[in-house]
């Protein structure tokens, strides 16, 4: 977790490599060293490993943001959090209601911050970010008091007479990891849930989106009560020295890798995680479908949607091969119909994050045996960070396209003789985060839900199962654990609370030794009834209320 060992520089003549290793994407060192009066940082790739070999005069300038500082950052909120102050329903209201002030009155610098980091086309931005946190700030405004309250359950015969209720309690100080791609709905969407549930905040935004991250910090201080709700911007090292901390609840997006070094750090103080991961979310298209109005949601649910950059977003197609060719010439007409014969040139696409994803997605285009399957697109400009839309038709099971999650504009399609075939190949794989069909047939349909390991699911569309706010989200498996969106957002951040009251009366001499052989009938007779759930009636009662 750490970016580098003091250990690794023991001998006072010698040479030793300093080894980073990124957590969440491209990053920028915050450590810095003087070497010989020659300063010393490094930009590179997460999946790559950054060596510098370095004369051993050396004297360590400490990050703005440590480990220590991330200590006491988390001991004050415990103390903001312990005061009472963040439970009250008035303060959480408060705070909701300075989130939706917020997004209204400054929708145009989140609109140019999204320009800035993803090139989204503005009305993208403003449903895909915009509007969902709006939606999720409004329904939590609508529902709090709803949420809040004690959910009354029924008891048993062995507590008679007693009640009982489900309390909802905030768990205390958390953090939010965000992502980059949807960089404002994905960091305030948890938040705004945590809010809900009375807890003390911590937001960790990409610095992959440094505009957005940049606007977040400034807004949030800006408009939230600071001693409870707290940005911290930074790359690998900020986000360690977070870790190291003891959280009530730490809540992540991002990919599987990322997602073991933050479970493995929770797992040190046994704090619980929701883990919003993704995977390689299929597409399943049978062959009575309405051809135009499939390749619409389709080219919605990939190029549409952060131009495939989306852990949501249609992965790969499964069709039979009788269909395939109609499928694929229907995607490339709706295609060109949305964004233009010349697809290089069109606004109405974001651009990939940066060169080192760019790069990646050209590394899975060229691999041997799948540059010659492409059937449509390809085209690609570096300097812009732009790939166009790329179907591919039939590409090797075992190439990487087919095996990492894609996460980019490149779309494979795969052909099978009979559709149900499909349901094996899509549970070879670890469990994806969304699994969609398109079907009219009701056996299909049927059959698909019932046999499709998946964290959700969209029949005849895709996406728009997330803004649904009834259906929770989230993943299973390699996919994620845990969910949020609505209620699940606020349940996700606050623990459901047992409670059972008793009056001093009904107090029966027989549930306490010794036990007599005629007590011990009793009790046997007594928990019989409770086991088979009989009325109440069922048993005499004497005047003082005892049970016989």
């Known amino acids: 977790m750490t970016i580098f060992s003091p250990g690794l520089f023991k001998h006072p003549s010698r040479s030793y490599s300093i080894v980073g290793v990124g957590l969440l994407g491209t990053f920028t060192y915050r450590h810095k060293y003087k070497i010989n009066r020659v300063s010393f940082s ?106 809040m309250m004690p959910q009354k359950v029924e008891t048993s015969l062995a507590t008679y007479p007693s009640s009982a209720e489900i309390v909802a309690e905030p768990l205390g100080v958390v953090l ?34 440094p505009a957005t991250s940049s606007l977040l910090s ?32 730490i809540f992540f997006t991002g990919g599987a890798r990322v997602g073991r070094i933050v479970m493995a750090a929770a797992a040190k103080n046994l704090t619980p995680v929701t883990l919003e991961l993704g995977g390689k979310c299929p597409a399943v298209v049978d062959s009575n479908v309405n051809l135009q109005v499939t390749a619409r949601r389709i080219v919605a649910g990939k190029w549409v949607c952060n131009n495939g950059q989306a852990c949501i977003g249609v992965d790969y197609i499964i069709t039979t091969k009788e269909l395939a060719p109609k499928l694929i010439a229907t995607l490339v007409n709706v295609v060109e119909e949305i964004f233009g014969k010349d697809l290089m040139e069109s606004k109405e696409r ?37 790939i166009a839309p790329t179907i591919l038709l039939d590409v090797p099971e075992d190439s990487m396209i087919l095996q990492e999650e894609i996460f980019g504009p490149l779309l494979p399609i795969i052909t099978v003789e009979r559709l149900e075939d499909s349901f094996a190949m899509i549970n070879r794989k670890p469990k994806p985060l969304a699994a969609y069909l398109f079907s009219d047939d009701e056996q299909i349909k049927r059959k698909f839900v019932q046999n499709i390991y998946a964290g959700g699911m969209a029949i005849n569309d895709t996406i728009l199962q997330v803004t649904v706010p009834t259906l929770p989200f989230g993943g299973v498996g390699e996919s ?5 969106h609505g209620k699940f957002s606020f349940d996700a951040f606050s623990h459901k609370k047992a409670v059972l009251y008793r009056s001093f009366a009904g107090d029966s001499p027989t ?14 007779a007594l928990l019989s009834v409770c086991i088979q759930d009989e009325p109440f009636w069922y048993l005499q009662r004497t005047e003082n209320g005892r049970i016989q």
């Open 350 to 386: 974001s651009r990939i994050i940066n060169s080192f994803h760019f790069k990646r997605l050209v590394n899975l285009l060229e691999e041997d045996k799948v540059s010659s399957k492409i059937v449509f697109g390809g085209q690609r400009d570096e300097s812009q960070l732009q």
């Open 511 to 524: 549930r306490y030794p010794p036990y007599t052989p005629g007590k011990k009938k009793q009790i046997k």
């Open 42 to 147: 490094s930009s590179t790739p997460s999946s790559y490993y950054c060596r510098a070999t370095l004369s051993t005069t050396m004297e360590e300038v400490k990050p703005a943001f440590d480990s220590d500082k991330a200590a006491v950052l988390v001991n004050e909120l415990r103390k903001t959090f312990n005061s009472g102050k963040t439970k009250s329903y008035e303060w959480r209201i408060s705070q909701l209601e300075s989130i939706s002030k917020m997004i209204d009155e400054k929708e145009k610098e989140i609109v140019e911050a999204l320009q800035k980091d993803l090139s989204k086309p503005e009305l993208e931005a403003f449903l895909s970010e915009i509007l969902m946190a709006r939606s999720s700030c409004k329904l939590a405004l609508k529902e709090l008091k709803q949420w």
């Open 176 to 209: 939010v990891i965000s992502t980059w791609n949807f960089p404002f709905s994905l960091s305030l969407d948890p938040v705004i849930g945590a809010i809900a549930a009375g807890n003390a905040v911590v937001l960790k935004p990409s610095e992959i989106a």
């Open 480 to 484: 994620g654990m845990g969910s949020y």
């Open 218 to 249: 400034r807004l949030v201080g800006e408009y939230m009560d600071k001693s409870a709700i707290i940005v911290v911007e930074g790359a690998v090292a900020e986000t360690s020295a977070l870790l190291e901390q003891k959280w009530d609840k």
